[in-house]
């Protein structure tokens, strides 16, 4: 009898521990490793097609915004230069630039689908991809020229895509990580990055609509009502300028996310 209670004792322990292994496997060892590879994949594609940012001449907001050759001879050079972001958009034609924050981690392209869903889960190859990848809002101008270009990319552990942004929320960390580049066709921009702000998904931050120069000057308003905190820009001189916001998901509360807000020098 003891012996039978004994065996059973043992199958169930054999059974119990078996079942913790293939939990184990599927829900931390495979998901893991699927995740690894994707990141090693991702990270090879990002390295064959990484522009050389700090030798990109820089262009201002004024010059990208009006750059007209002067006579047709100037056109045709121009357009035989190739753009800085070439390589990129021949692994995937949705490229629109790469952002590069210096010190900070995020170095990656940015792309602009039809939808600002697609590229929550798909690489640079277009495939499916648990990272995803830097995406400006669809509803924005391809060419940053709006006066809010908003870039969303996931948070995740490792300091991986947009997570670096979270640490803005000391304002130290912006004190030292102050300037960001966005290398686009035109060539490299310099961005200044001035507020932080934890808003709601649905927040007017994400406004991408401006009719007037009522309309620039109340959202600049309510950006510097709304931060956490800012620097000494004034909502009229934001008004003149092109923003730019990072956004990814914090998780201060259900649906919180973290903006970091620039302009365009």
């Known amino acids: 009898m003891k012996k039978g209670i004994l065996i059973t004792i043992l199958l169930l322990l054999?059974?119990?521990?078996a079942y913790a292994v293939y939990r184990y496997r599927q829900e931390v060892y495979l998901p893991e490793k699927r995740m690894t590879?994707?990141?090693?994949?991702?990270?090879?594609?990002?390295?064959?097609?990484?522009?050389?940012?700090?030798?990109?001449?820089?262009?201002?907001?004024?010059?990208?915004?009006?750059?007209?050759?002067?006579?047709?001879?100037?056109?045709?050079?121009?357009a035989s230069v190739p753009s800085p972001v070439e390589e990129v958009r021949e692994v995937c034609s949705d490229a629109v630039g790469w952002l590069y924050v210096p010190d900070t981690g995020i170095d990656y392209p940015v792309v602009q689908g039809e939808d600002n869903?697609?590229?929550?889960?798909?690489?640079?190859?277009r495939?499916?991809?648990?990272?995803?990848?830097?995406?400006?809002?669809?509803?924005?101008?391809?060419?940053?020229?709006?006066?809010?270009?908003?870039?969303?990319?996931?948070?995740?552990?490792?300091m991986l895509m947009f997570a670096p942004v979270g640490l803005y929320k000391d304002s130290s960390y912006m004190d030292s990580h102050r300037q960001g580049y966005?290398?686009?066709?035109?060539?490299?921009?310099?961005?200044?990055?001035?507020?932080?702000?934890?808003?709601?998904?649905?927040?007017?931050?994400?406004?991408?609509v401006f009719i007037t120069d009522?309309?620039?000057?109340?959202?600049a308003e309510l950006l510097l009502r709304?931060?956490?905190?800012?620097?000494?820009?004034?909502?009229?001189e934001l008004s003149a300028k092109n923003l730019i916001l990072l956004s990814t998901c914090t998780f201060e509360y259900d649906e919180a996310r973290g903006v970091l807000a620039g302009f365009f020098k």
């Open 214 to 219: 009522k309309d620039r000057r109340e959202y």
């Open 127 to 158: 495939e499916s991809d648990p990272f995803g990848l830097p995406f400006l809002d669809c509803r924005c101008a391809g060419d940053f020229s709006g006066y809010t270009s908003v870039i969303y990319a996931h948070n995740f552990e490792g």
């Open 37 to 78: 590879s994707a990141l090693d994949k991702q990270e090879k594609l990002f390295d064959r097609v990484r522009p050389d940012v700090e030798n990109i001449p820089i262009v201002t907001a004024a010059d990208s915004n009006d750059i007209q050759p002067a006579t047709a001879s100037e056109a045709a050079a121009e």
């Open 182 to 208: 966005l290398v686009t066709d035109k060539g490299r921009q310099e961005i200044e990055f001035f507020a932080y702000l934890t808003v709601p998904s649905d927040s007017p931050i994400y406004n991408t």
């Open 226 to 236: 709304t931060a956490a905190y800012h620097s000494s820009v004034t909502a009229e």
């Open 117 to 125: 869903s697609f590229y929550l889960d798909h690489g640079l190859d």
């Open 14 to 17: 054999l059974f119990s521990g």
